[in-house]
């Protein structure tokens, strides 16, 4: 699995607010959870929703991104649609949680 890794707020706004949907992954390399998590997160996507591509962002390397975003929290996930975030998870994520909450406005959005 290689994800797409953010390198600048610029490179993030542009992302996030010009394409029809996206995720990120907020999390470091010292997260031992994030690590086991990011994989199953990419698999689902992958399987279920594969129009939207997933970025990994690393906090320790770009802080201002989850500063502006208040992210406190890893692993957090931010799932955008037509440039509004419409999902917002931090901490402990459940997959199926996560399934059930894209479903909806995923089949929505590109149906």
Do not use: W
């Not at 996206?22 to 994989?39: E, G, Q, R």
């Amino acid at each position: 699995m290689n994800l797409p890794g953010i390198k600048s707020e610029a490179e993030y706004l542009e992302i996030s607010g010009n394409t029809p949907a996206s995720l990120f992954y907020f999390s470091h390399d010292d997260c031992n959870v994030c690590k086991v998590l990011k994989p199953k997160v990419f698999e689902l996507l992958q399987e279920k929703c594969p129009k939207i591509p997933m970025y990994y962002v690393n906090i320790h390397k770009i802080p201002e991104i989850s500063g502006q975003r208040s992210i406190f929290a890893v692993p957090t996930i931010l799932v955008y649609l037509d440039g509004q975030e419409i999902i917002r998870k931090s901490r402990n994520i459940g997959l199926a949680e996560l399934d059930d909450l894209i479903a909806k406005p995923y089949s929505i959005f590109f149906y």
